[in-house]
């Protein structure tokens, strides 16, 4: 009798909530870059309440850029889908369009810091009122780890080349989503503050 009693107890014991190593280290780097930004905007504005605050135009290549990431984050998430549907053509298809994409967002970036250039907004060009240093902070920075989302997307296109991506093995392909996700998302908060803290500050 206690025997089967201790059946029933192991089968009505709840399973352990558990995250895959590499998923959980890519989680702690999410909330570290999160960390950092949020840092940054807070410097923002505190600085800009100081006064004595260099107004400028944000680029407009900005609004281009914004509207390739958001395109990319759907290339990736069909990507995604294609993998968890064992479609390896469409997986290609689309990891090489949100790479590409990927590739015209910092074109776009490079085009908009030439636009504050020619606007003679620099990164150190007065010490005394760094509202320039900022933009260049906050863009440079996301442009470095957006570099990294399309060394991470290269070798997942190798790994769809390889065929070694399928619905039984998607650990990397979740991670490489979420990371592209977690990069748009941060360009638009950027991107929100900035239009925010110029149009209505």
């Not at 107890?9 to 709840?14: F, I, S, T, V």
């Not at 107004?55 to 395109?71: G, H, K, N, Q, R």
């Not at 064992?86 to 590739?103: E, P, V």
């Not at 190798?158 to 990069?183: D, G, P, R």
Request: with cysteine.
């Amino acid at each position: 009798m206690k025997k089967v009693e201790e059946i029933v107890l192991d089968e009505e014991a709840p399973e352990v909530a558990s995250m895959h190593p590499q998923k959980f280290a890519m989680w702690l780097f999410i909330v570290t870059v999160i960390m950092l930004f949020a840092g940054f905007t807070s410097a923002y504005i505190v600085r800009k309440a100081e006064g004595n605050w260099l107004d400028y135009e944000l680029p407009m290549s900005f609004w281009v850029t914004t509207l390739i990431i958001v395109i990319s984050s759907a290339t990736m998430q069909w990507a995604y889908i294609s993998a968890k549907k064992d479609n390896l053509l469409n997986l290609k298809i689309s990891i090489s369009l949100t790479s590409l994409l990927g590739f015209l967002f910092l074109v776009g970036q490079w085009a908009a810091w030439s636009e504050l250039v020619s606007s003679q907004v620099y990164f150190a060009g007065n010490f005394s009122n760094p509202a320039g240093s900022f933009l260049y902070v906050f863009t440079g920075l996301h442009a470095m780890h957006l570099i990294g989302g399309i060394v991470f997307l290269s070798i997942m296109l190798f790994f769809a080349l390889k065929e070694q991506i399928h619905s039984q093995n998607l650990v990397k392909m979740e991670m490489c989503t979420t990371y592209w996700h977690f990069l748009g998302g941060l360009w638009l908060y950027l991107y929100g503050f900035l239009l925010y803290n110029h149009w209505v500050l």
